[in-house]
């Protein structure tokens, strides 16, 4: 309905798709699905490990990604990070329909396995 006569809008007057606005999604938004991400590519870390956590940085449709994480020693620690790269640039492409050209790992912390245990 037009708001100045009440009438309901004709169909050729509705606005095309491509010219109704933008989504916008917030770096937080982006950062939050990364650090899952990054959480559904590791296995299960140690107790005392903290949770992956990201940084993004969003400019138009692409999604510079930095995240953090703890990883239990001994293990694989370039495949770990792979794995992860890897997850990251698939759920945040496919949830948000952002490119991510670039996904750094930086790995803050190794936990040792307790003795006994490898």
């Known amino acids: 309905m037009s708001a100045e006569t009440g009438a309901a809008r004709p169909p050729s007057a509705l606005v095309p798709p491509g010219e109704r606005g933008a989504t916008w999604i917030a770096d937080r938004v982006v950062a939050k699905i990364a650090a899952q991400a990054a959480r559904e590519a590791l296995p299960p870390l140690p107790a005392e490990a903290a949770a992956p956590h990201a940084v993004v940085v969003v400019n138009r449709q692409a999604a510079r990604v930095r ?47 307790p003795h006994g245990r490898a």
């Open 67 to 113: 995240v953090h994480l703890e990883l239990g020693y001994p293990c694989d620690i370039g495949a770990h990070c792979a794995a992860v790269r890897r997850h990251v640039t698939e759920r945040v492409g496919a949830l948000v329909d952002m490119e991510v050209p670039e996904v750094a790992v930086q790995v803050e912390r190794l936990h040792p396995a």
